[in-house]
């Protein structure tokens, strides 16, 4: 099997997110300008910039016989969690810096989305995240993003394009507790489930989704806790 696609769709991602940076950079003098359309621009090549170095380590582990960069085993649910009580996990809140808990949240729909700022899908489908937390946060729906990334990564991510979800992170021993399913469908970003006001997990998808999938996700488990209310 000839891996040179790969290698070369690495180079040329990683050329031309430079490019493009290159240019901001002497246009701007900076490579985070104020402009939002230029800021957006730039962090999106850099997310490209770190997708193409990943696909580059991964084809190169594949192709020298060292295996793949994502940890063995199937990042999709078993039949047995789908349908079944979410288990608990602690994570810390981005703003307030406070532990806290899905359980937490027992009562509303939760839309669980685990992403990272490196990942490019996982940008790409942020706005429908906000969106979605705005528009449905009345009928008590919490869109809940999570990282494990460091907290000044996401805060000055957070700073450049302000997250509008509940966000947070798990990091040490917060994610050497994070239970299955979570911490085996977290090989892959990003991954999104739908939880109920019960607690239960009753959708969960893997890769970036639009608006109107996110809504199919939550929309039949708000209005049935609206109308059982």
Not at 83 to 96: H, I, Y
Not at 107 to 130: S, Y
Request: proline share 5%; aromatic share 10%; charged share 20%.
């Amino acid at each position: 099997m000839s891996f040179a696609l790969s290698y070369f769709a690495g180079v040329g991602m990683i050329a031309a997110a430079t490019v493009f940076l290159v240019i901001l950079y002497r246009k701007t003098g900076t490579l985070l300008p104020s402009d939002a359309v230029e800021r957006l621009g730039a962090l999106m090549s850099m997310a490209l910039i770190a997708t193409a170095f990943l696909l580059l380590y991964v084809t190169y582990r594949v192709d020298s016989g060292g295996g793949g960069f994502v940890q063995s085993g199937d990042p999709r649910l078993e039949s047995t969690e789908l349908g079944a009580p979410a288990p608990d996990f602690a994570f810390v809140a981005l703003n307030s810096e406070e532990e806290m808990r899905l359980s937490d949240y027992r009562g509303k729909v939760v839309l669980l989305n685990w992403w990272a700022t490196w990942c490019a899908p996982c940008l790409e489908e942020l706005p429908a995240l906000n969106g979605l937390q705005d528009r449905y946060a009345d009928e008590g729906l919490v869109v809940l993003t999570i990282s494990d990334e460091s907290r000044a990564t996401l805060a000055d991510f957070n700073e450049a394009l302000p997250l509008r979800t509940v966000a947070g992170y798990v990091q040490d021993e917060y994610l050497e507790t994070l239970p299955d399913p979570f911490r085996r469908t977290l090989q892959i970003r990003p991954t999104t489930y739908a939880i109920d006001r019960d607690g239960v997990i009753r959708d969960f998808v893997l890769g970036a989704q639009s608006v109107a999938a996110f809504e199919r996700m939550v929309a039949p488990w708000i209005k049935q806790s609206a109308s059982s209310e």
